[in-house]
């Protein structure tokens, strides 16, 4: 089979399983899966922008995409002016106070010689900027989280429209990516690895506790979507009217014209549902396709050529005078922008912002299992495995509990091991990705569409 044929035959397995979702549990249920899996998709291509280019194991996966959502709370929810009115003086001036610590810094550094003398003045430095920026900083938190903190308690953002934060999520992942590569790309792999775990449990860490900025363990919700509400389109007169079109057939056979609506009632509920989260699937689908098209391009282009040398001879590309440092600080950036761009879509189609959820199983470890199942170094490769997981993942579940449903029917309904099988559906999630991987790796140990690589003769 070749490569091509390969591709087409994935994808229509894909295809295959949506569709059997589709009839056989519900159109909405297929597209919500499906608006996921668009997410996981472009957050499995920018990790294989890192890895499958260049070769760098990004373990942050997590904090870059909870980056990503604190950028749609700051971007979208409007501003709390009590909590701007009791402690937005006293922040700003402690912001100020950090930027002017780090100018210092900098300026000591950069003009005294190393030395004892320089160690000395730059600890006074920083002693005297932390004193002063906790002051302001302690005072102004304590005042923002005490402005009704039932339902606020933090500053919240700038009231734009949320589809921005796709945009400064990726520039928040961007600049934190930046730093992780100024501080950790010069490691060993394992190492950076390690170094990029531990800077995203951080930031999450931050994102749990710091309550001012995004309520931390009590979430923020509410978050306002790019899309319709099912119950504005449920009272438009147009969108009545494209049902009333769509299922004129079904609507001319009721009895009365009670029955008529009842009928129309439940077309209008079911079809704003449907709509809305066409809708997503319209927006998030646009972004994959802009992300997977520039990537492609990106890699056949001789700077994909070169990320490529890079990863597989290091030190050869060194040799020809590569700067691999710099290349590998600019890809990390890059993917791990994507990322963050993910992140706030995620978010988005949830429609709040809980730090809680953010955990290594979800974020991390599933879009490195997409990476590899699908195909490391193959953007088609990733986008099927980010649409394969998650399709795994979601359904994992309900498929159990079906394939169970039938072994009760000859074990009995009072048997005790029919009752643990039941309670144990739950957990086949874990169960399936691990056999998943593993059935993948023996039999496909590049994944299902490896890495393809042209030879010029």
Known sequence: MTHRQRTIFAFSILAALLLFVGFGQSWSVA?????LCLVSAVMALGLNLQWGYAGLF????????????????????????????????????ALGLFA??????????????????????????????????????????????????????????????????????????????????RIALGLRA???????????????????????????PKNVSGLKRPVPYEVELQSSDWFIAAIER?????????????????????????????FVKLCYMGLFGTVLLIVLGLSVRALNSPWGRMMRAIRDREDA???????????????????????????????????????????????????????IIGGSGNNLGAVLGGFLIWFFWIEAEPASLWVLGHAIAVLGDGSAIAQRMIDAAPHMRQLLM???????????????????????R
């Open 190 to 216: 394992d190492y950076f690895a390690i170094a990029t775990l531990g800077i995203s449990e951080i930031v999450v860490a931050l994102l749990k506790n710091e309550d001012w900025l995004t309520r931390g």
């Open 317 to 371: 590309a060194s040799a020809m005078g590569k700067n691999v440092i710099f290349r590998h600080r600019q890809i990390f950036i890059l993917g791990s922008a994507i990322i963050g761009v993910a992140g706030a879509m995620l978010t988005t189609i949830d429609g709040q912002f809980t730090p809680g959820s953010y955990n290594p199983l979800r974020y991390s470890f599933l879009i490195w299992v997409m990476v």
């Open 58 to 93: 990004n373990a942050g996966v997590m904090g870059f995409a909870a980056l990503g959502g604190v950028a749609a709370i700051l971007v979208s929810h409007a501003p709390v002016e009590e909590a701007w009115s009791a402690g937005g003086g006293n922040l700003l001036i």
């Open 434 to 456: 691990g056999l998943t991987l593993i059935m993948v790796l023996r039999f496909s140990p590049r994944g299902i569409l490896p890495e393809y690589v042209r030879h010029i």
């Open 31 to 35: 597209l919500v899966i499906i608006n």
């Open 246 to 274: 769509l299922h004129a057939g079904a609507l001319s056979s009721a009895a009365s014209a009670a029955e008529r609506q009842d009928i129309l009632a439940q077309f209008i509920i079911s079809g704003s549902s449907i």
């Open 100 to 181: 002017l610590t780090v100018a210092v810094g900098y300026i000591v550094h950069r003009r005294m010689a190393a030395g004892n003398a320089r160690r000395l003045v730059m600890l006074g430095v920083i002693l005297i900027g932390y004193w002063s920026f906790r002051g302001f900083f302690s005072d102004a938190v304590r005042a923002i989280e005490s402005v009704d903190p039932v339902r606020t308690g933090f500053l919240g953002g700038l009231g734009m429209p949320i589809i921005f934060s796709w945009v400064v999520g990726g520039l928040f992942a961007a600049g934190v990516a930046w730093l992780i590569g």
